[in-house]
């Protein structure tokens, strides 16, 4: 893979089952999140007094600046001129969950491109700056750029374009990167970036090969893929992470369907429900109640949740304590504007864990 010097400088700135009846779900309920949950736990301490995990979560591709733009409502409309609240450059699209995952603890490295651009340099210095690994990205061509209109209730919009570059492809620094990771992570996005889409199923491919495991969160972007592409990405995934929008994209049956065409869990993130996981077709599904919580904005929610049921999985948790966390990290992230380093702090994840007396130590 071409890759320039990495950039120093520093910027001046429910479910409704398709097809399936209710009397078929019978979900094993995890108790009252406001209650102390009895019962065997996940007894794991705070991961920074533990040896340091063999190798990092590495995520594939989907790096993009994200120009957050605070306005008093949506839609917004022509000649209805509105002031914005704040405008914040930010990392977005993968970074989001690079840099949630490194503030649990856990070693966090990329692999994809950013542009040689101003915008590259500036996304770049903000992730060194977390702790992300970008020592396998490429500096060439145009980065992702995406503005993020959030109103005061917390909707917002999304308005990007794709960045522009040569093919990258995997050298032999990626090749031992992958091999000697933890886990790997990629999203739909990285399949509709043209110069990433090889780049994207080689990763996934060569980490299944050698007993990495794959975690995949197909977005809304899984729409624009053809049949055959998305034929190819669902046997290379072991962990499959979704909205409930985002199960018809995949499949015209019951979400269980994808059980059979590869992922052996299945989350269905339900935002102000939960989630939900699927581990077998044949059994029920475990429901994990979400923690209210005043809302700002909903952006890189699903990141940050990702991040952290990944890093529950790698710590050795049982799967309901994975989604206890993945659920608190989720609530923390949308109490506060913006992605990037907006994601929550490990101070904000243990609030939330106070407040509702969760039970987990981190």
Known sequence: MKKSKIPTVHPNSNLPFANQPASSIMPLSIPDPRSQIP????????????????????????LAADLIVSIPRLP???GQHQLADAIELEPGGGANFLIAG???????????????????????????????????????????????????????????????GGKISLGLA???????????????????????????????RLARQSGVPVFFD???????LSAGL??????????????EEEIPLL?????????????????????SKGCTIYTQADQPPLEAPAYPVTVVDTAAAGDSFNAAFIVGTLWGWSLPDCARLANAV???????LGGGRNVPTLSDVRDIITEFQIGLVI
């Not at 007894?43 to 995520?59: D, F, L, N």
């Not at 145009?142 to 909707?155: A, I, N, S, W």
């Open 39 to 62: 019962g065997p736990r996940s007894q794991i301490p705070h991961p920074t007094s533990h040896i340091p995990p063999p190798g990092p979560i590495i995520a594939i591709g989907d």
């Open 76 to 78: 917004v409309e022509a």
């Open 102 to 164: 490194a503030r649990l603890g856990y070693p966090m490295a990329a692999i994809g491109a950013l542009g040689a651009d101003t915008w590259g340099q500036q996304v770049a210095d903000l992730m060194q700056a977390e702790n992300v690994d970008l020592s396998a990205v490429a500096f060439e061509g145009t980065t992702t750029q995406v503005v993020v209109l959030v109103d005061h209730r917390g909707e917002h919009v999304f308005l990007g374009k794709y960045g522009q």
């Open 174 to 204: 990626e090749v031992g990167l992958i091999k000697k990771g933890t886990a790997i992570y990629c999203a739909g996005y990285s399949l509709n970036e043209t110069r990433l889409i090889e780049l994207t199923l080689e990763a996934m």
């Open 218 to 224: 197909p977005g809304p972007q899984m729409a624009g």
């Open 230 to 243: 998305r034929q190819q990405v669902l046997p290379l995934i072991d962990t499959l992470l979704l909205t």
């Open 251 to 271: 499949t015209s049956g019951p979400v269980t369907d994808l059980i059979k065409t590869g992922p052996q869990t299945i989350v269905v993130k339900r935002g």
């Open 330 to 336: 989720g609530a923390a992230k949308v109490k506060k």
